[in-house]
């Protein structure tokens, strides 16, 4: 993903394993081994020319989850991977219909939301649908899911919930008109945006103004 120092990240996972520990972490992790995607050299240039591939084919922030996941002593590599997973809403949003390894990442960091389908619920819809709707596309209707995700609000009314809502603009939630009948509300869901007594957040527990 974009915005990190390859060079800082490189150097923590040169420091947090050797070339065994790495090749075990690539094949019982990710079951990828190393030597088909990456040639025998010095351990910092293996681990940089691994997370180059890595990030070309979609699969650091999954790297970084497990590489995390193995060392979890390691102060460097847990504050790496909260980096990464801070970081992977958008790429999830970006990519989820196309790249399992993000998928895969959004579970690890435990992202997912509940009732999010794992990869063989997923596989299970789609022959369920299929044979009925041909022209349907699980990768798209996941792509498009993560995408309208943060839209999906939660209508409260002195602070007791009372319905759901759509954003359908920079300051206009969609709901049911017996929803209103008060005029003090607030919503919480993924994104977020204030206008007067409207409020959308990510939690209660987390603002994103």
């Known amino acids: 993903m974009k915005g990190f120092d390859l060079e800082r990240v490189r150097d923590i996972l040169a420091d947090a394993f ?9 094949l019982f ?19 940089l020319k691994v997370l180059q591939k890595a990030a070309q084919e979609g699969w650091d922030a999954l ?31 970006r990519l989820a219909g196309t790249n399992r390894y993000v998928r895969d990442a959004y579970w690890e960091f435990n992202l997912a939301p509940p009732g999010f389908p794992t990869e063989e619920q997923l596989g299970a819809l789609e022959k369920t649908i ?3 709707n041909p022209m349907f596309n699980m ?16 209508l409260e009314i002195d602070n007791s919930p009372r319905g759901t809502g759509f ?10 008109h017996q929803l209103m009948t008060r005029p003090c509300c607030r919503a919480y869901g993924r994104g977020s945006t204030t206008n007067n007594s409207v409020t959308v957040r990510s939690s209660p527990a987390r603002s994103l103004r």
């Open 29 to 47: 992790e990710l079951d990828i081994v190393r030597a088909r995607i990456v040639q025998d050299d010095a351990l910092n240039t293996v681990v």
């Open 18 to 26: 050797d070339l065994e520990s790495f090749d075990e972490l690539l």
């Open 63 to 93: 790297l970084i989850a497990k590489a995390a996941k193995r060392r979890p002593l390691r102060q460097d590599v847990q504050e790496i991977a909260r980096k990464y997973g801070a970081s992977l809403v958008g790429e999830f949003r």
């Open 139 to 154: 990768a798209d209707w996941v792509d498009r899911a993560a995408r309208i995700e943060g839209r999906v609000c939660r």
């Open 167 to 176: 954003l359908v603009g920079p300051d206009v939630v969609l709901t049911n």
């Open 130 to 132: 299929d044979p009925a």
